[in-house]
């Protein structure tokens, strides 16, 4: 299965300035679920005791796997269709031909998705392109 992680450099330039206006609309999802989100409990004093620190660190935990668990819901269940788009222009497909993919037909889209994310070229490319971000905000 062509993916992002082993196309050619072309197919990868193309491919990934395909997929950005799709990322920009996906995290735009993200961001508005998160702002809706619980804000983290106020941390205590700096003379609270250890049973406080022990409860506030707990619910800093819960806090953070309500939200994780709040934005894989939309991710992959209420908007299951933009992730399977998502999904399936990294592995050079629409999203129906990749919700579609039988494993047992030996392609298995979410183990070629995974790879990617994996793949020391993906990897190394969205660091450089953070990286070139915060170089462009200081222009």
Same mark, same amino acid.
């Given at each position: 299965?062509?993916?992002?992680?082993?196309?050619?450099?072309?197919?990868?330039?193309?491919?990934?300035?395909?997929?950005?206006?799709?990322?920009?609309?996906?995290?735009?999802?993200?961001? $508005?679920?998160?702002?809706?989100?619980?804000?983290?409990?106020? *941390?205590? /004093?700096? %003379?609270?005791? #250890?049973?406080? @620190?022990?409860?506030?660190?707990?619910?800093?935990?819960?806090?953070?796997?309500?939200?994780?668990?709040?934005?894989?819901?939309?991710?992959?269940?209420?908007?299951?269709?933009?992730?399977?788009?998502?999904?399936?222009?990294?592995?050079? $497909?629409?999203?129906?031909?990749?919700?579609?993919?039988?494993? *047992?037909? /030996?392609? %298995?889209?979410? #183990?070629?998705? @995974?790879?990617?994310?994996?793949?020391?070229?993906?990897?190394?490319?969205?660091?450089?392109?953070?990286?070139?971000?915060?170089?462009?905000?200081?222009?």
């Amino acid at each position: 299965m062509k993916t992002l992680a082993n196309c050619t450099p072309k197919e990868f330039a193309v491919q990934t300035a395909k997929i950005a206006a799709s990322v920009r609309e996906y995290a735009d999802g993200i961001r $508005m679920i998160r702002q809706k989100l619980p804000k983290p409990p106020e *941390a205590p /004093g700096k %003379d609270a005791s #250890a049973d406080e @620190l022990t409860a506030y660190a707990e619910k800093i935990r819960k806090a953070g796997i309500d939200n994780f668990m709040e934005i894989l819901s939309w991710c992959m269940e209420t908007n299951a269709d933009a992730t399977m788009e998502l999904c399936g222009a990294v592995c050079f $497909m629409d999203g129906e031909a990749f919700a579609n993919l039988d494993p *047992a037909d /030996g392609e %298995d889209g979410i #183990a070629a998705v @995974l790879d990617v994310l994996c793949s020391e070229r993906a990897l190394r490319f969205f660091a450089t392109l953070l990286r070139m971000n915060g170089f462009i905000k200081r222009l």
